[in-house]
């Protein structure tokens, strides 16, 4: 496919405005422009609603009402409006070389552009560009206007910053940069003062950046910078983050959209110089608390009598998977994960990372008895080094499942063992006696047989009741009909991963 530039898309948008047709342009339908002069009907399926009686403030109206065909896609651009009603009253004025002077902000935004070509130079009074939601791979910075203030990049391919920042707009104010490829710590050091002198905001959130201690101390080079987003990234994951990053920057106002109070700054004064002592490590609280929806195993099975063994003993776990550096212990059964990470352009400066192997470890919560809400407080730190590993374990999502767990019990003591077996055959050598006495004669034997006392048949052998056909019929029932079983309750489980500050 070949590559969608700028200016392609640019002139895409400039089409469907209409600058030169019906409503705007020098059409007949403008009365009241010059160059009309006395009109005639152009058509006569017109006739007496033909547009070239509309006036100026008719075609200005046509453009902004509601529900109109003309009706702006972006009615936050007033440039754009305004440029459309000078189209109208003037449209001699609409030249190529007018609409590039006349813009100082544009948005080419989902078109699919790949490319960032030169003739983006033509807009020299250009102060703000949204680029947002692309295919661009690269930014080269000669083709960008001189006097750009404002570039957001967000949402491309973007893995390397070096064609960006070898001669980049003096004035540029704001650089946004989020949910890109940026990965390499290397990039860094694209991110000094040389390059960007009078950067007040920057935006690297959601990229793969892990290197915390490198990139903070490049760009605390940026003396005019106040606004800086890093959330989303690998290192946001380690303990001191928030603190070793203000203490660095003491010239920011906002981290991660998150105002920097005074007493905020006076609590982590001093971490930065503790640089030694601080870990490039992220550490995670796992907290499980009612599960809710299990149903109860007394109605569902037959329970045996208290006397009889085994007995049978029912728990409920809560179990989850969790990555893990080195797997170890004996609760753990530790199963590799295979994540790769987003392709990137081939970059001499662009390390290219082997496929991450990931760890993880089956965790579980001490058995419980059952109860339609189980308590199960529990809490769990975990550690991990590779950050870059643990943000694609979690986005990858994290396994939890409730087991449960049958025990079959007998008594420890063998005597009691012996007992009970002697017991059994007692028991059962009783039943066979029974069952011997209740057994039919053989032929030649005689036996007497017990009648009842009050002459009439044993109640255990009732009589066959005769009836005709037609009174078997009216005997008969209707089949009572089934209820509905009732509602299965939703299994749900409390369960929290919070990371530890």
Request: net charge negative.
């Amino acid at each position: 496919m070949d590559p969608i530039t700028v200016s392609e898309a640019l002139r895409r948008q400039l089409e469907g405005l209409c600058l030169k047709s019906f409503p705007c342009g020098p059409g007949s339908w403008n009365k009241s422009h010059p160059a009309t002069g006395n009109k005639t009907p152009i058509d006569a399926y017109w006739e007496d609603d033909d547009p070239g009686d509309e006036t100026q403030d008719a075609l200005c109206d046509l453009l902004n009402q509601p529900r109109s065909p003309w009706e702006p896609d972006d009615k936050r651009n007033s440039e754009v409006q305004h440029l459309r009603e000078l189209a109208v009253k003037c449209p001699e004025k609409i030249t190529d070389q007018f609409i590039c002077s006349y813009f100082r902000q544009l948005r080419i935004v989902d078109e699919e552009v790949t490319e960032v070509d030169a003739q983006l130079l033509k807009f020299q009074n250009l102060e703000e560009l949204v680029l947002s939601a692309n295919k661009i791979t690269t930014v080269h910075s000669g083709n960008l206007p001189r006097k750009l203030k404002v570039l957001e990049l967000c949402y491309n391919h973007i893995s390397s910053l070096k064609d960006l920042s070898i001669n980049p707009p003096p004035l540029l104010q704001h650089l946004g940069l989020a949910y890109n490829r940026i990965q390499c710590s290397s990039q860094s050091m694209f991110l000094t003062a040389d390059i960007w002198p009078n950067l007040v905001s920057l935006d690297l959130s959601f990229n793969d950046l892990t290197d915390l201690f490198s990139l903070v101390s490049r760009i605390s080079t940026l003396q005019s910078l106040r606004v800086l987003t890093l959330q989303g990234n690998p290192l946001a994951f380690i303990t001191t983050y928030r603190g070793y990053t203000i203490d660095c920057l003491p010239q920011l106002f906002v981290l991660d959209e998150i105002l920097i109070l005074p007493d905020e700054r006076h609590k982590f004064s001093g971490l930065s110089k503790k640089k030694e002592i601080l870990e490039n490590i992220a550490k995670l609280c796992v907290r499980i608390g009612k599960v809710q929806g299990i149903p109860n195993p007394n109605v569902l099975t037959e329970q045996p009598n208290p006397g009889d063994y085994p007995i049978t003993t029912i728990t409920y776990h809560v179990c989850y998977d969790f990555m893990e550096d080195q797997p170890s212990g004996d609760t753990t059964q530790c199963q590799p994960h295979m994540f790769s990470p987003m392709q990137q352009t081939p970059e001499e400066d662009i390390e290219q990372p082997d496929p991450l192997n990931i760890h993880t470890g089956l965790y579980k919560t001490v058995g419980s008895h059952w109860d339609e809400s189980i308590e199960q407080e529990y809490v769990r730190e975990h550690t991990a080094a590779d950050l870059l590993a643990l943000k694609s374990f979690l986005l990858s999502g994290m396994k939890v499942s409730v087991t449960e767990e049958k025990i079959l019990s007998w008594p420890k003591d063998p005597e009691e063992n012996a007992t009970l077996s002697k017991q059994d055959k007692q028991v059962g050598g009783k039943e066979k006696d029974k069952a011997r006495s209740s057994s039919s004669p053989e032929k030649g034997n005689k036996t007497k047989e017990r009648k009842p006392k009050s002459g009439r048949e044993r109640a255990e052998t009732p009589k066959t009741p005769r009836s005709s056909s037609g009174k078997h019929k009216d005997a008969e029932t209707k089949p009572a009909e089934e209820e509905p079983p009732p509602p299965i309750a939703a299994l749900t489980v409390e369960i929290e991963v919070q990371l530890v500050c």
